[in-house]
């Protein structure tokens, strides 16, 4: 059995700098055709020559290949309409995080009073620029998300023209809050398709599964994998792949982040194949966000077959999910 996905997009990727950039933007570029890339590096992606800097030490390090990144902006509430004006065409979103709520978001926002962020979300909403939000408040872990659903109301509510992403949600809550206003999209990772709180703290603590937002309920990953499957208009999926090298993830303080990005279309042909939905793949993973953020990314067929893939322990020191374990779909080929 064979599958082909035509462009397939990772709308929320983590790809770092330096070194580590080098080990995982390849592994992208090899099998996406473009994606959303987050700018919580040290500092945050927050100047014109920051974004032009990044997106070019990102072309350099996937050589060749053809994969478009999509560029973002670290959201502050200093941001004029002019700097926004004038940065327009070099991003694709405006990238909010909570201050401290995960890695390298020190400099995030702490007051989500309308008032301190009308400004720049009222010049976003005139320049067309999308908001990407890590929604979750500091309140208890498993009900962070939840609490965040009211702030994401108030926005889209007093907001109307402005695409409003949920990044990477993981709750029944914002899956329903959805439907309920016409501006609010979402992201979806593959790992919160596939686990819940159990898989990574029900039996021996599994670091490589620890991630923000936390995998919620098994009812959570219902609604997920119900929005997913049938490629609801307006998700999308974001691997929020995110790597950190083994010694910062296997350690007393362990880093949030599962790194899918070398196996998410194997493992999402696998769990799409299962439901009995694999022709609603195509849709989640490329078109919806097509639609959404009205890009027309580079043209990539990825040829998949239904055939054993190992999955390895390690891609050089980042360890991905399903390490050491067979997936049921492997990457035949890329046009
Ligand atoms: O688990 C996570 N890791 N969640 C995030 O929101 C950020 C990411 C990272 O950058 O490591
Ligand atoms: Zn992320």
Known sequence: MKLVLKSPLDMHLHLRDADMLKIVAPLSAE??????????????????????????????????????PLMTLFFRTEYDYEFLEEIKEDI???????????????????????????????????????????????????????????????????????????????????????????????????HHLYITLDDVAGGLLKPHLFCKPI?????????LRRVAFSAHPKVMFGSDSAPHPREKKEAPGCAAGVFTAPIAL?????????????????????DNAQNIYKIKPPEKEVVLLYEDFEVPQSYSDVVPMFAGEKLKWRIESVL
Do not use: W
């Open 31 to 68: 099998s996406f055709s473009a994606a959303i890339i987050m700018p919580n590096l040290i500092p945050p992606v927050s100047t014109k020559e920051a974004v032009q800097g990044y997106r070019k030490r990102i072309k350099e390090a996937i050589g060749g290949e053809k994969f478009e």
């Open 92 to 190: 694709a979103a405006i990238k909010l995080y909570p201050a401290g709520i995960t890695t390298n978001s020190e400099e995030g926002i702490d007051n989500f009073s309308l008032d301190a962020l009308a400004p720049v979300l009222e010049s976003m909403s005139e320049l067309g620029i999308p908001l990407c939000v890590h929604g979750e408040t500091n309140g208890f872990v498993m009900d962070r998300e939840a609490e965040f659903i009211p702030i994401y109301e108030r926005l889209a509510k007093r907001f109307k023209n402005l695409k409003i992403i949920m990044e990477h949600i993981t709750t029944k809550d914002a899956v329903e809050a959805l439907d309920r206003y016409e501006n609010l999209y979402a992201t979806i990772t593959l």
């Open 215 to 223: 995998a919620k309920r098994p009812e959570d990953r219902m609604a």
């Open 266 to 286: 194997q493992a999402l042909a696998q769990i799409f194949h299962e439901a009995g939905v694999l022709e609603n793949l195509q849709k989640f993973v490329s």
